[in-house]
Each structure stands twice: as structure tokens, then as C-alpha cells.
């Protein structure tokens, strides 16, 4: 059974740092694209970052210059590190992974607080 299994979250102040992870347990044949979302309260889900299967990567305007999204060469595991965060970054945060016959697979979400 595949399962995709978040890290990192947390609480930090307005201009911290957090580094999220995500480790594919299980097997995702043809594993291309892997992303991370987030959702704030009263929001829908949006993209954050990915990084395709080539390794090109695609950001939110939002987070760009601040959030580097990059994965082990095995894609066995997904990472997002975010600086100088801010309050209006606070969302769960999901983990995605496409495989090349664009099934999709969804992390359990990671919470992550910043305040002011």
C-alpha cells in the first residue's frame, strides 16, 4: 500500500525557516511529477511547488524566492524548504506525486503556523 508521509511542520515566527519532507512508502511505479500543496482555512487548495519528473521546478508567485522545492534522485522523498516565512503561509500543506500515467497520490497534510 502506497503512502505518502509528510514531516516539518510546525509553529515558527514571522521570518523563520521550516523544511518539509515527504518519503513515498511504498511503490509509485513511473513516478514523474511531485509537488506540494496547501490549504488555509476557508481556502482552496493551491499549488505551492513541483518539480517534474526532468527536474524542472514551478513556483507560486507567492512563495518564489523563498521556498526551494527539490527531491533525492531515487524520488523517493520530496523536500520543501521555506524561508523567511510568513503569517499568510499559515495552511496544512500536502504532499502530490503524478506518476506518467497520471494517477496522483496525496500526503496526510502537515500543519504549519506562522505567526506574527
Known amino acids: 500500500q502506497v503512502q505518502l508521509v509528510e514531516s516539518g511542520g510546525g509553529l515558527v515566527q514571522a521570518g523563520g525557516s521550516l523544511r518539509l519532507s515527504c518519503v513515498v512508502s511504498?511503490?509509485?511505479?513511473?513516478?514523474?511529477?511531485m509537488g506540494w500543496y496547501r490549504q488555509a482555512p476557508g481556502k482552496q487548495r493551491e499549488l505551492v511547488a513541483v518539480?517534474?519528473?526532468?527536474?524542472?521546478?514551478n513556483y507560486a508567485d507567492s512563495v518564489k524566492g523563498r521556498f526551494t522545492i527539490s527531491r533525492d534522485n531515487a524520488k523517493t522523498t520530496v523536500y520543501l524548504q521555506m524561508n523567511s516565512l510568513k503569517p499568510e503561509d499559515t495552511a496544512v500543506y500536502y504532499c502530490?506525486?503524478?506518476?506518467?500515467?497520471?494517477?496522483?497520490?496525496w500526503g496526510q497534510g502537515t500543519q504549519v503556523t506562522v505567526s506574527s
Open positions: 518539480i517534474s519528473g526532468g527536474g524542472s521546478t
Open positions: 511504498g511503490t509509485i511505479f513511473g513516478i514523474n511529477a
Open positions: 502530490n506525486v503524478h506518476n506518467i500515467w497520471n494517477r496522483e497520490y
